[in-house]
């Protein structure tokens, strides 16, 4: 657990500085209120690896930051360092995004350590974007400012906060486009970027997070971002960034640097004397040589020349003392830093701001989240735009509906018009089987539920978006009425009287409720299963063999009354037989089936009651033998959703 405090008497007061309460709608960066002095004290953090087989896995720890101390003041703070040198953890640390196991050390505001609802208070921009693509950037816009500014404020103001920042960002021209998904075209990277910024403007934060910003953008793209930083900077924000390899036009931007090798410090201060500092300590840069790649090329022990010399003379690359030469000069390098008097002038300026601190501390042992608005404002708001999304996404507005009513119209004209004798009988079963099983394996769509989205509900739940109640009722809603509900209606509509199964409204409307159930049901399976997922292939692997094992025991494929008592209880548990036989009790009951046989040389006309084939089924076709089947499905969706919420609530949300 983290060793963080918090300053009673001082949390109010971060939380007036930064609350949106206190935030006037006609915001603009020139009127930006100052931002917070970021200062981090002996920073540690440290994850588990794990290695081995079973009785011989090793669990061992490994540093991923080592003794971080420093100060990031209003302005452009980049922190710097080669792939897995600690970059984006250290971020995250910063923005108190960061899983608590294996951290320690203090992260102060003002001097005052982070509130625990820090994370909802700051503004984080993500490295891959996320944000609504199937929606506009003005409506994406609302949705931040109707859900993480207070309702004291009118929506009027609200709108007008929108507007204002649509300005500052430069996406007045784009503010009517939706900003895009995979089907969708949408908008530029750049655009797309600075909507996400946008999004977490909206609350006016005084230290703003961004990781690697300039990630998929362009050269051109990626300096008009940063000029747009660079613009809030200067208006008394606090910006705190991690950049990987920035060319010089941006390089110049930064007003502080941090550069990290291997999760240690080598280098904090001013970005301007970052050079002069590496040439007194024997490293200088070429005239027309990228501060940002000679950096680089110092900490990688500028191991590119070497090997490319190595390989022009024909000489063998020794991997292991290459190694072990970048690993003295990195050690090196730590050690000129800890010597520097940019060092000592950092720790002098750290002591100050942790004088009389120690007496008036209390430890912090969770992080919390907060909300400025109410459980049903946030689910009016969650519910309409996940309505929106499903509406403007062709592949669950369009295409499945025309799926529906072709495998419709397909089931009503191989099964049409049945007949009221024996193959009437096997006719029947065959199509309700079908059926049954069909809204079984339909519903492995709703896989992708919370995978497809689970980056964008993980940022907008710990951000203070929502609940995560409000999150998971507005997407059930959403997926069961337009994705189970409204195909099962249509499907029913189409098939059940081209089939020419009993033709009677009781009968219609029990047969509808009974596969909407079986949708519901299988659609609550399907979210248990999938509920902590990442991947939706291996979701899908679980479901389909789940399904496969419920369609054995279903009724048709084996009689289920002869199946061997330590297998028969597996029947309790399949999906399709509950459904399969409140079919059969509504379709056979009340029906004879009857054909002309003759086996004495003279016509004979042989009747079978559907309830006798009921029987010999082992089905109760009784009133209370037909919704038993109901309740059952009922049960089983209940229990599957709440395991599916448990998941969601459980899933690891901090790196």
């Given at each position: 657990m983290a060793d963080t405090v918090v300053q009673l008497t001082s949390v109010q007061g971060l939380e007036n500085h930064v609350s949106p309460k206190h935030v006037s709608t006609r915001m603009s960066f020139s009127a930006s209120r100052r931002g917070a002095t970021v200062s981090f004290h002996d920073i540690n953090y440290n994850v588990k690896m794990?290695?081995?087989?079973?009785?011989?896995?090793?669990v061992t720890r490994k540093?991923?930051?080592?003794?971080?101390?420093?100060i990031m003041k209003p302005g452009l703070n980049a922190i710097l360092g080669a792939t897995g040198s600690g970059k984006s953890s250290f971020l995250d640390v910063l923005a108190a995004r960061k899983d608590p196991a294996g951290l320690s050390g203090e992260v102060l505001i003002d001097g005052a350590p982070q509130p625990p609802n820090?994370?909802?208070?700051?503004?984080?921009?993500?490295?891959?974007?996320?944000?609504m693509g199937t929606l506009t950037v003005r409506e994406n816009l609302r949705f931040s400012a109707a859900l993480r500014l207070p309702k004291t404020i009118k929506q009027r103001e609200k709108d007008e906060k929108v507007e204002t920042l649509i300005q500052e960002l430069g996406l007045t021209k784009v503010a009517d486009s939706r900003v895009g998904t995979q089907l969708i075209r949408g908008i530029s990277g750049g655009e797309r970027k600075r909507t996400n910024i946008g999004m977490e403007l909206i609350i006016d934060p005084s230290v703003l997070f961004l990781d690697e910003p300039t990630t998929g953008l362009d050269a051109s793209t990626a300096n008009s971002v940063l000029m747009l930083l660079k613009k809030m900077a200067l208006n008394g924000r606090t910006i705190i960034l991690s950049i990987h390899q920035p060319r010089y036009s941006i390089y110049r931007l930064f007003d502080s640097l941090t550069l990290l090798v291997g999760g240690r410090l080598v280098y904090h201060g001013p970005a301007q004397d970052a050079l002069q500092y590496f040439s007194e300590i024997g490293y200088t840069c070429e005239p027309h040589n990228n501060p940002a790649d000679f950096f680089l090329d110092v900490i990688n022990g500028d191991s590119t020349a070497v090997t490319l010399n190595k390989l022009h003379n024909n000489e063998e690359l020794d991997q292991d003392q290459l190694s072990s030469s970048l690993k003295g000069i990195e050690d090196r390098l730590v050690e000129e830093y800890r010597n520097s008097s940019s060092f000592k002038h950092t720790k002098g300026e750290l002591d100050r701001i942790i004088q009389g601190q120690e007496n008036i501390r209390v430890k912090i042992k969770t992080r919390t989240i907060t909300y400025s608005t109410s459980f049903f404002h946030q689910f009016n708001w969650v519910l309409k735009r996940t309505f929106r999304n499903l509406m403007l996404?062709?592949?669950?507005?369009?295409?499945?509906?025309?799926?529906?009513?072709?495998?419709?119209?397909?089931?009503?004209?191989?099964?049409?018009?049945?007949?009221?004798?024996?193959?009437?009988?096997?006719?029947?079963?065959?199509?309700?089987?079908?059926?049954?099983?069909?809204?079984?394996?339909?519903?492995?769509?709703?896989?992708?539920?919370?995978?497809?989205?689970?980056?964008?509900?993980?940022?907008?739940y710990i951000s203070?978006?929502?609940?995560?109640?409000?999150?998971?009722?507005?997407?059930?809603?959403?997926?069961?009425?337009?994705l189970r509900t409204i195909p099962a209606i249509i499907f029913s509509c189409v098939a059940y009287w081209m089939i020419g199964l009993k033709a009677s409204v009781e009968a219609f409307f029990i047969f509808l409720f009974s596969i909407v159930m079986v949708s519901y049901t299988a659609t609550a399976l399907t979210l248990a299963i999938s509920a902590d997922q990442t991947v939706v292939a291996i979701a899908n692997i679980f479901l389909t063999i789940s399904?496969?094992?419920?369609?054995?025991?279903?009724?048709?494929?084996?009689?289920?009354?002869?199946?061997?008592?330590?297998?028969?209880?597996?029947?309790?548990?399949?999906?399709?037989?509950?459904?399969?036989?409140?079919?059969q009790i509504n379709e056979f009951t009340g029906l004879s089936f009857c054909d002309t046989?003759?086996?004495?040389?003279?016509?004979?006309?042989?009747?079978?009651?559907?309830?006798?084939?009921?029987m010999d089924q082992g089905i109760d076709y009784s009133a209370w033998g037909l919704w038993q089947n109901h309740l059952a499905l009922a049960i089983m969706t209940f229990i599957f959703l709440v395991i599916a919420y448990l998941k969601l609530r459980f899933i690891k949300k901090f790196t």
């Open positions: 794990k290695s081995g087989f079973l009785c011989k896995r090793k540093n991923i930051l080592i003794d971080l101390n420093g820090f994370k909802c208070l700051s503004g984080y921009v993500v490295q891959d974007d996320v944000v996404n062709p592949q669950t507005s369009f295409a499945q509906i025309g799926v529906i009513i072709f495998l419709a119209l397909v089931v009503g004209a191989i099964f049409f018009g049945l007949k009221l004798n024996s193959s009437g009988i096997q006719n029947r079963m065959g199509a309700l089987f079908f059926i049954t099983t069909n809204q079984c394996f339909s519903s492995v769509s709703a896989a992708e539920l919370f995978i497809t989205e689970r980056k964008l509900f993980v940022h907008e203070g978006y929502y609940r995560l109640s409000v999150y998971f009722l507005s997407k059930l809603l959403s997926d069961i009425l337009t399904f496969v094992f419920m369609m054995i025991f279903s009724g048709l494929l084996v009689n289920l009354p002869s199946v061997a008592n330590w297998l028969n209880w597996l029947k309790y548990f399949s999906i399709p037989r509950y459904g399969l036989a409140a079919l046989r003759n086996t004495t040389g003279t016509p004979e006309r042989v009747c079978t009651a559907g309830e006798e084939f009921l």
